[in-house]
């Protein structure tokens, strides 16, 4: 089954039912996502426990060879009657391919996505190929509840998913807002005010669960850029803050990081004696210790504590400012987009109809209006030939 729909047309609460059903069923149910953020916001409002789907198919990593092999498969399936994941947007053929070829005949499948989001990172776009397939059963949930309908952050993603421009100017409002901001330097200020004062104070979202989020890494609006002017303002040095220059960066006791790329071989620990090995690309983190000679760094991924070595640096990144294609799979409490003109290729629908998606209580755009409106009007989509979609149909032609 596949189970779509965009923001406050209840896919968590179906979710939620379909659990329970499932569970009355006498049926062992397991549930996954992509990411180690997603997995943990599905855990949480299923009040169930959840996991990545690498760790969930036992993902190991040969130094020698670089081959990622799972110990679960065909011969050794998962011990599961029904299995359900979200963010499947997220995910791309190869693991899609890992993950039915540990599913035991008989098991219930449930994917459960947003298709206008952006594709995955790796190759395909599996999600959306199973849906136009028309092969696969799928319920589309469309309709918006009335407790959601007032938010206008689920207001403007059904307008924007539509390809109609967000209303930006609402007086109404108490979720979502738009700040007017064409010179680049009154925007980067206008960004760490809103994240070091405004938003804390009369908000009462504090900095560290506000997340800015930027179509782009290069440019004044981009992810450098406005991570040296937030790290600046939000963990500024002191006496006694520990810190390691890297390059052109400098991390610091209670900075925020992004892992970049994945590593197989990080070993972290959580509070309850629980190990394990790998931190992915896209983790976030932050750094809470960082050793006097500066070669060891404690940094804390949500419920997981891994120790890094100065040499393993060059894999982190600044994370108070991050692009959407990285936030995808997460959400936050808060979100402050810029809305400023960068590469055509970015300047798409599913860039803002993402970033939108993301925020839970508040989002503040700071920007161009008429970057914002492109943006919404240009529905170019990166087209990918896996052939899936057309093996799935000459596949049921066939039967």
Not at 11 to 19: E, L, N, W
Not at 21 to 45: D, H, I, Q, S, Y
Not at 198 to 216: C, N, S, W, Y
Request: glycine share 10%; aromatic share 6%.
């Amino acid at each position: 089954l596949l189970l779509t729909g965009g923001p406050g047309t209840g896919k968590t609460t179906s979710v939620r039912a379909i659990v329970a059903l499932f569970e009355r069923m006498g049926l062992n149910v397991l549930l996954a996502a992509p990411t180690g953020r997603a997995a943990k916001r599905m855990g949480e409002l299923c009040d169930r426990d959840a996991q990545t789907i690498h760790r969930m198919l036992g993902m190991t990593f040969n130094d020698q060879t670089g081959e990622v092999t799972f110990t679960k498969g065909e011969k050794e399936p998962l011990e599961a009657d029904a299995l359900i994941v979200d963010e499947t947007s997220m995910v791309d053929l190869s693991l899609m391919r890992a993950l039915l070829a540990a599913l035991r005949p008989g098991c219930r499948l449930v994917l459960v996505g947003d298709p206008d989001q952006l594709p995955s990172v790796g190759a395909g776009n599996v999600f959306s190929d199973l849906i136009r397939s028309g092969r696969i059963a799928t319920v589309a949930l469309r309709d918006i509840f009335r407790q959601a309908e007032q938010s206008m952050i689920v207001r403007n993603a059904h307008l924007v998913n539509t390809g109609m421009p967000p209303k930006l100017k609402n007086a109404a409002a108490n979720d979502f807002f738009f700040l007017p901001r064409r010179d680049s330097v009154r925007l980067v200020e206008t960004v760490v005010e809103l994240c070091k004062t405004r938003l804390p104070d009369k908000m009462g979202i504090p900095a560290d669960e506000l997340q800015v989020l930027t179509p782009t890494r290069r440019g004044d609006a981009g992810t450098r850029s406005l991570n040296f002017a937030l790290q600046a303002a939000l963990n500024p040095p002191k006496p006694g803050k520990q810190e390691r220059r890297f390059g052109e960066l400098i991390f610091r006791e209670g900075d925020r990081v992004m892992q970049t790329r994945n590593d197989y071989d990080v070993v972290w620990q959580k509070e309850d004696g629980t190990a394990g090995t790998g931190i992915f690309n896209g983790d976030v983190g932050k750094i809470a210790k960082i050793d006097p000679s500066g070669e060891l760094l404690e940094i804390v991924f949500d419920d997981r504590t891994a120790t890094y070595t100065s040499d393993m640096l060059a894999e982190l990144d600044m994370a108070y400012a991050m692009t959407v294609h990285k936030a995808q799979g997460s959400e936050y409490r808060g979100v402050v987009f810029i809305g400023a003109p960068c590469a055509p290729s970015l300047m798409v629908r599913g860039v803002l109809y993402t970033a939108i998606t993301r925020a839970r209580e508040l989002l503040v755009i700071v920007g161009d209006d008429s970057a914002v409106n492109k943006m919404a009007e240009n529905d170019r989509r990166s087209r990918r030939y896996s052939g899936l979609k057309w093996r799935l149909r000459k596949g049921g032609e066939e039967k």
